[in-house]
């Protein structure tokens, strides 16, 4: 398996919804990464997850709420959004933090905040 | 400042013919570039990673090519297909020692192959 699997593939919410983003990868890579992509643009990176630990916040607000459970998921719970952070949430994942190494995107969920 | 700047913005080529797209970066210091293709609402897939000793690298129909004494990288694409239409990234990533993520995305070409 050499794919990075995220669920939904769509995602219309309310403001006053809260909603979970699944990522899943089962090349055995430590290193997990959320971003964010606004049409048009490259993507931001939101949080990295290395050996199931956050290691990285980019000052993302606190409606966005990352979890690790284990070695091969990464969780991005949603609440109380804004209709501004629609937007494609890409999940990634990389062997290690060592930049040599390749990151394998998923193919992302587009999210839709109403 | 570390910076990714990618040319043409937009391209429009007709199906079967060649291309060659430019990626020019300030990263400092340099450790890898990659080239991803991005179909619309979809995640970027990997097409070339190259380190700084690497001239150039192939994958099927796409070639890649770096000079990192000039800072410059470009991805040609041959004999293109209609499927080939997509944005093509670049992307640098640092050697911050300890830093982590530290990948710098370019804005992308859009690419439109036409019959």
């Known amino acids: ?17 809260k909603k979970s983003l699944k990522c899943e990868q089962h090349m055995g890579h430590r290193a997990m990464y959320w971003y ?12 990295v997850y290395s050996y199931e630990k ?10 966005f709420s990352p979890e690790c459970p284990n070695s091969s998921l990464l969780n991005l719970h949603l609440h109380a959004l804004q209709p501004e952070d629609s937007a494609l949430y890409l999940c990634a994942s990389s062997e290690g933090l060592d930049r040599v190494y390749g990151y394998t995107f998923g193919s ?5 905040v109403v | 400042k570390n910076q990714v700047e990618q040319s043409p913005q937009s391209l429009i080529i007709l199906e079967g013919k060649n291309c060659t797209l430019q990626c020019n970066y300030t990263v400092s210091p340099f450790s890898n570039l990659r080239w991803y293709k991005q179909d619309t609402g979809r995640g970027p897939v990997s097409l070339t990673i190259m380190t700084f ?4 690298k192939s994958n099927g129909r796409y070639t ?4 990192a004494d ?4 470009s991805l040609h694409i041959t004999a293109s297909q209609l499927s080939d239409s997509a944005s093509y990234i670049c992307v640098v990533s640092g050697n911050y020692g300890g830093s982590q993520g530290n990948l710098i995305f370019g804005k992308g070409t859009k690419l439109s192959v036409k019959p």
Not at chain 1, 4 to 11: A, D, E, I, N, S
Not at chain 1, 108 to 112: A, K
Not at chain 2, 70 to 73: A, I, N, Y
């Open chain 1, 1 to 17: 398996d050499t794919e990075v699997t995220q669920t939904p593939k769509h995602l219309v919410m309310g403001m006053t919804n």
């Open chain 1, 36 to 47: 964010k992509q606004k049409a048009k643009k490259p993507p931001e990176l939101m949080f």
């Open chain 1, 54 to 63: 956050l290691s990285i916040n980019e000052s993302v607000p606190s409606r």
């Open chain 1, 108 to 112: 992302g969920t587009r999210l839709t």
């Open chain 2, 53 to 56: 000793s690497e001239n150039t």
């Open chain 2, 64 to 67: 890649a090519t770096l000079d």
């Open chain 2, 70 to 73: 000039t800072k410059q990288s």
